[in-house]
């Protein structure tokens, strides 16, 4: 069955970078659309990146900046999520989520999430 | 940017009949999906596609579409339904996914 595991959540400081993994079993994630979205302590669900099922292209939420990167490992069958310049809001717990072939398509799963927390 | 507006709390007995509203400019025209999320846990998907619900989800949650509005309906509702429920759609013109604020769901 489908499973999504997120690790490399942790405390890192203001400028600070982190990056995310997500490890995926059931499914080939090179064909398959992926999402990061994250959800601050207390707040609702706010979508961060995707990257289309045929790695053509990204998409990013504007608060990103430019200072995140989504990529993925196909030999490994993981996504990643770069972060850079992090902010004190960037505190939240990180969730990665398939997609499918279609960007309308939904986030039909998720992983429990890694939390990271910015501060100094 | 796009927003989707979902009012804040929903209270509502056991096996009486919840709606949960979620507005937002044409989206009538867009695929709109609904998620759960229990206190602690990752959110869930489901109804997908206006009205469509994964396998596994009750018959209970149903969904609808229509003009300016999207509602998640949970008919006979149950102590086990309690959670926040999340809408979410893709907006083509900024290819950014977007989710409404959320509803808090209590059962009473």
């Known amino acids: 069955q489908v499973q999504l595991v997120e690790s490399g959540g942790r405390v890192v400081q203001p400028g600070g970078s982190l990056r995310l993994s997500c490890a995926a079993s059931?499914?080939?994630?090179?064909?398959?659309?992926m999402h990061w979205v994250r959800q601050a302590p207390g707040k609702g669900l706010e979508w961060v990146a995707n990257?289309?099922?045929?790695?053509?292209?990204?998409y990013y939420a504007d608060f990103v900046e430019g200072r995140f990167t989504i990529s993925r490992d196909n030999f490994k069958n993981t996504l990643h999520l770069q972060m850079n310049s992090l902010r004190s809001d960037d505190t939240a717990t990180y969730y990665c989520?398939?997609?499918?072939?279609?960007?309308?398509?939904?986030?039909?799963?998720w992983g429990q999430g890694t939390l990271v927390i910015v501060s100094s | 940017s796009y927003v989707l507006t979902q009012p804040p709390s929903v209270s509502v007995a056991p096996g009486q009949t919840a709606r949960i509203t979620c507005g937002g400019n044409?989206?009538?025209?867009?695929?709109v999906h609904w998620y759960q999320q229990k206190a602690g846990q990752a959110p869930v998907l489901v109804v997908y596609?206006?009205?469509d619900r994964p396998s596994g989800i009750p018959e209970r949650f149903s969904g609808f579409n229509s003009g300016n509005s999207a509602t998640l309906t949970i008919s006979r509702v149950e102590a086990g339904d309690e959670a926040d429920y999340y809408c979410?759609?893709?907006?083509?013109?900024?290819?950014?996914?977007?989710f409404g604020g959320g509803t808090r769901l209590t059962v009473l």
């Open positions: 979410q759609l893709w907006h083509s013109h900024s290819d950014h996914w977007v």
């Open positions: 044409n989206m009538g025209g867009k695929s």
């Open positions: 059931g499914f080939d994630v090179s064909t398959y659309g």
């Open positions: 990257i289309r099922y045929d790695g053509s292209n990204e």
């Open positions: 596609d206006d009205d």
């Open positions: 989520a398939k997609g499918d072939a279609s960007s309308w398509d939904p986030f039909d799963h």
